[in-house]
C-alpha cells in the first residue's frame, strides 16, 4: 500500500521568504501526487497536481512543486509568502495502476507566517 | 456551478444518540469518501463510496455506517454516538478513472461535531 510522510508537522517563515515543503511517498510506480492548502476552519482546496509528464508543476497562488522520482518527493515550493499562506498543507498520492482507489493523505504541515 | 456541501456545519450531541452528517455533491461524480480530521492524525478515511449502493469501509470506520441510494448524497450517520468521535468531518468526491479527466478530489467545507 502507498503511503505519505510529512516530515515537517509545523513550519514558520517570514514573510517574503522562500519556502519548501516536504513530501515523500512509498509507492512502486510513479503515482498521482496532489497538494492541497486547508486554510482554517475550511475545507481542503486543490493547489496543485501531478499526473505525469513536465516534472515540475505550476499551481494556483504562485505555488509549484517538483517531482523527483529518484527521491521519491514531491515538495512544495513558493519563492516570496505572504501572510495569506499561513494554512495547513497537504500532500495527498493515489494509484494510477490499480483503478479507483482512495487517494492518501499526508498528516500536514502546519505553516506560520511571521512579519 | 457545481459544489459539495455539507450540513450542518456545527453539530453537538450527547453520548449514546445517533447523529446523521449530511453530504451532497452536485458534480455528478461517481466517487465519494468520508474522513474525519483530529490534531496529529490528519485525515482519516471512514468510508467511502464508488457509486450507488456501493460502499467500502476506511481505516476507522468503527462506530459509522454510511448508503448511497444516489449519485448525489452519502450520509454518514453514527450509530451511537462517543465522546472519541468528537471531531470535525469533511466529505469528498471525485470522478472514477474514466469518468473525467482527474481523479483530484473536492472537499466540503467540513462538519464541526462535538459529542459530550
Known amino acids: 500500500a502507498q503511503s505519505v510522510t510529512q516530515p515537517d508537522i509545523h513550519i514558520t517563515v517570514s514573510e517574503g521568504a522562500s519556502l519548501e515543503l516536504r513530501c515523500n511517498y512509498s509507492?512502486?510506480?510513479?503515482?498521482?501526487l496532489f497538494w492541497y492548502v486547508q486554510s482554517p476552519g475550511q475545507g481542503l482546496q486543490l493547489l496543485l497536481k501531478?499526473?505525469?509528464?513536465?516534472?515540475l508543476v505550476q499551481g494556483i497562488k504562485g505555488f509549484e512543486a517538483e517531482f523527483k522520482r529518484s527521491q521519491s518527493s514531491f515538495n512544495l515550493r513558493k519563492p516570496s509568502v505572504h501572510w495569506s499562506d499561513a494554512a495547513e498543507y497537504f500532500c495527498?498520492?493515489?494509484?494510477?495502476?490499480?483503478?479507483?482507489?482512495?487517494?492518501?493523505f499526508g498528516k500536514g504541515t502546519r505553516l506560520s507566517v511571521i512579519a | 456551478d457545481a459544489e459539495i456541501t455539507q450540513s450542518p456545519r456545527h453539530k453537538i450531541t450527547e453520548t449514546g444518540r445517533q447523529v446523521t452528517l449530511a453530504c451532497h455533491q452536485t458534480?455528478?461524480?461517481?466517487?465519494m469518501f468520508w474522513y474525519r480530521q483530529d490534531l496529529g492524525h490528519g485525515l482519516r478515511l471512514i468510508h467511502y463510496?464508488?457509486?450507488?449502493?456501493?460502499?467500502n469501509k476506511g481505516e476507522v470506520s468503527d462506530g459509522y455506517s454510511v448508503s448511497r441510494s444516489n449519485t448525489e448524497d452519502l450520509p454518514l450517520t453514527l450509530e451511537s454516538a462517543a465522546s472519541s468521535q468528537t471531531s470535525v468531518y469533511f466529505c469528498?468526491?471525485?470522478?472514477?478513472?474514466?469518468?473525467?479527466?482527474?481523479?483530484?478530489?473536492?472537499f466540503g467545507p467540513g462538519t464541526r461535531l462535538t459529542v459530550l
Open positions: 469528498a468526491s471525485s470522478y472514477k478513472p474514466g469518468q473525467g479527466d482527474s481523479v483530484e478530489q473536492f
Open positions: 509507492y512502486g510506480a510513479t503515482p498521482y
Open positions: 501531478y499526473f505525469s509528464g513536465d516534472t
Open positions: 495527498a498520492v493515489g494509484r494510477p495502476d490499480s483503478g479507483n482507489t482512495p487517494l492518501v
Open positions: 458534480w455528478n461524480h461517481n466517487n
Open positions: 463510496s464508488y457509486g450507488v449502493q456501493d460502499t
